[in-house]
């Protein structure tokens, strides 16, 4: 992150003090400088804002600046911490130092102490993060290994796949609607672990016919059947020391499911045809869409095979229950489709992105990616607007576009000539309006109102500040 785009945040409840630094450390490291009066204040600034730094007094004398520490170092372990304690509070140093922050500094502030230390800071915060960029850890800003998303419930399933993926011995149980990424998030699971020097063997068991998918999975011993002229090793086997993925293991028929049973229990299984057992090591990670449960309750799966291989069940969120997700998803799409073409698509309008966000995608990720692939097609070298997309994806009278745009130039030039006409404020109030329907657009959320408008976040949050809007500002529907 280059230096320009870091964020600081500056927590004392002392006003004037607060916006001296802030103005300090503006002019001296040239960082977004946003202000909270409060721990309370400053931990929904946290949830809402990319923040590197915090640096917050101590609100003596309940200590709400070590709580505030404590909860940063819990919930934002990537953001640093620098604690402002008064002179010879030794103790209140101690503690702040014991609990994670990175400096600390003096109150009332030494401008030229704290220029220095919050560098510093930010130089190291800017270290660590690159050290945890090239660590096969899972990245929870940009996504995991082809899975893309920063909401919420893709935190909490990045933090799920890096103590599964850590394991490396207990089966997995991926379960999630059709286009969700299930396969993904297998692969995810055997790249980080310690089988990733062995093979991830992947079998759709819906798309394989019965007949075949058992010698599939287990192989065959030459002459089991006619022709079978030679022997051949199973799925099962090839995947030895590494992982199995069956993926819609709810489609397995009962006699199957029997022989895959033993091969979890047992290490081993015959081929087909075959009488010599063959021992085996492999990890299994199962997915589904169906409710297994119920096919347990109807007799249509083993629930001794259901509890051996949901040891360990991950659920992956539908894309209409993480639709912050979409902007992001979206510009990893047309990165994509736009490799090696001449006229690449340029991205996706607001009233578009608008529209999509609106929409409840029944085909989950699958059916976004098809649909910028569309797009990349047939609107290379422009704009997708929302008038671009087909008729299922657009919000019924929406005004999109040029025609949003013409209405207010049209509602402007009626006062022209008139003797209160001022063009700046028209200017301005047209800008309010805009940053307002962003915002309303995305429930409140700042970080995709400012991907709506094509804005820096940070470049959002100052107008906001500047323009005073943050009253109108609705409250927010999800982070």
Same mark, same amino acid.
């Given at each position: ?32 400088? =946003? ?48 604690? &402002? ?25 030494? #401008? ?65 609607? &059709? ?33 075949? +998918?058992?010698?599939?999975? #287990?192989?065959?011993? !030459?002459?089991?059947?006619?022709? *079978?002229?030679? &022997? ?13 993925? =069956? ?14 049973? @033993? ?19 492999? @990890? ?15 007799? @249509?799966? @083993? ?33 994509? #489709? ?7 698509? !340029? ?7 608008? *529209?999509? =966000? ?21 609107? *290379?070298?422009?704009?997708?607007? *929302? ?38 404020? +028209?200017? &301005? ?51």
């Amino acid at each position: 992150m280059s230096e320009s785009m870091r964020s600081i945040l500056l927590v004392d409840g002392n006003r004037e003090a607060r916006e001296g630094l802030a103005v300090m450390l503006r002019k001296h490291i040239g960082c977004v400088v =946003l202000e909270s009066q409060s721990p309370a204040e400053a931990l929904e600034a946290l949830q809402d804002q990319d923040i590197s730094l915090v640096i917050t007094e101590l609100f003596a004398p309940r200590q709400g600046g070590i709580e505030l520490l404590k909860q940063v170092r819990a919930d934002h372990p990537q953001v640093a911490v620098i604690v &402002s304690v008064p002179y010879g509070d030794r103790d209140s140093v101690v503690e702040a130092l014991r609990r994670g922050a990175i400096f600390y500094i003096h109150s009332p502030y030494d #401008f030229e102490e704290a220029v220095i230390a919050t560098a510093r800071a930010l130089e190291h915060r800017d270290l660590l993060v690159h050290q945890q960029k090239r660590s096969p850890k899972i990245s929870k800003s940009d996504g995991f290994h082809g899975i893309i998303g920063q909401s919420p419930k893709m935190m909490r399933l990045y933090s799920i796949l890096e103590k599964v993926a850590e394991d490396g011995e207990s089966n997995v149980l991926i379960r999630g609607e &059709s286009g969700t990424g299930k396969e993904l998030v297998a692969r995810a699971t055997h790249a980080y672990s310690p089988r990733k020097g062995k093979n991830f063997v992947p079998v759709n068991c819906a798309a394989i016919p019965d007949e075949l +998918l058992e010698s599939e999975l #287990f192989g065959y011993v !030459k002459g089991a059947f006619t022709g *079978a002229n030679q &022997s051949k090793i199973g799925r099962i086997q090839y995947a030895d020391g590494g992982t199995l993925f =069956l993926d819609e293991i709810g489609d397995m028929k009962p006699s199957l499911q029997a022989k895959l049973l @033993r091969v979890i229990q047992e290490r081993e299984f015959e081929p087909v045809g075959g009488v010599k057992p063959v021992s085996v090591n492999v @990890r299994i990670v199962a997915a589904t869409h169906r409710d297994l449960e119920a096919a347990v309750a109807e007799g @249509r799966f @083993r629930e001794d095979l259901y509890y051996r291989l949901s040891v360990v069940p991950v659920q992956i969120p539908p894309l209409r229950e993480r639709k912050e997700d979409i902007p992001v998803l979206i510009e990893k799409f047309v990165q994509v #489709f736009n490799r090696g073409r001449k006229n690449a698509l !340029k991205g996706f309008a607001a009233d578009a992105m608008a *529209a999509l =966000l609106e929409y409840p995608w029944p085909g989950n990720v699958r059916e976004l990616e098809n649909l910028v692939q569309r797009m990349s097609v047939l609107h *290379a070298d422009d704009w997708v607007s *929302a008038a671009d997309l087909p008729e299922k994806y657009q919000v019924p009278g929406q005004v999109t576009g040029e025609a949003a745009g013409a209405a207010v130039v049209d509602e402007c030039v009626e006062g022209i000539g008139e003797e209160n006409f001022d063009f700046n404020t +028209l200017v &301005s109030d047209f800008e309010d309006r805009l940053i307002l329907k962003a915002l309303t657009k995305t429930g409140g959320n700042k970080k995709e109102a400012a991907r709506l408008l094509n804005l820096k976040r940070t470049t959002l949050i100052e107008k906001i500040k500047k323009k005073q809007l943050e009253a109108e500002v609705p409250p927010e529907e999800f982070v």
